[in-house]
């Protein structure tokens, strides 16, 4: 291998490696839209029930009425929590599956290139 071939295998890796920087910052991206989106799902969910007991406390008319509608708002409101909840774990394999493949794919690139730039011995 001549000093030609070794700068063009070195511009090669190099490209290459910027590529996977770009394509992680990219995956990097998506999984930031889907949590920050689960985010926002759930702080909808606070103000609807914060809503919802606003309301409660202005249109009851006696106390054990208000409180059968809290209990029952709030009951609501814990199992909505917990679905979204459930939602967010299986996000939260999702994401750890995408930075596996990302990570695997990578490193069999880099693996490969290696092989190739290396001589064997």
Do not use: C
């Amino acid at each position: 291998m001549n000093a030609n071939d070794t700068l063009n295998t070195v511009n090669e890796i190099t490209v290459k490696g910027v590529d996977r920087l770009s394509s992680l910052g990219e995956l990097n991206l998506r999984i930031f839209e889907r949590l920050a989106a689960r985010q926002v799902d759930v702080m909808n969910l606070a103000v609807e029930h914060g809503v919802r007991l606003a309301k409660l406390a202005t249109e009851t008319k006696d106390v054990s009425e208000f409180f059968k509608a809290q209990t029952e708002a709030a009951k609501d409101f814990s199992e909505r929590v917990l679905n979204e909840s459930k939602v967010n774990v299986q996000l939260a394999g999702q994401t750890r599956d995408d930075y596996r493949i990302w990570f695997e794919k990578s490193l069999a690139e880099v693996s490969a290139d290696l092989r190739k730039a290396v001589p064997a011995v």
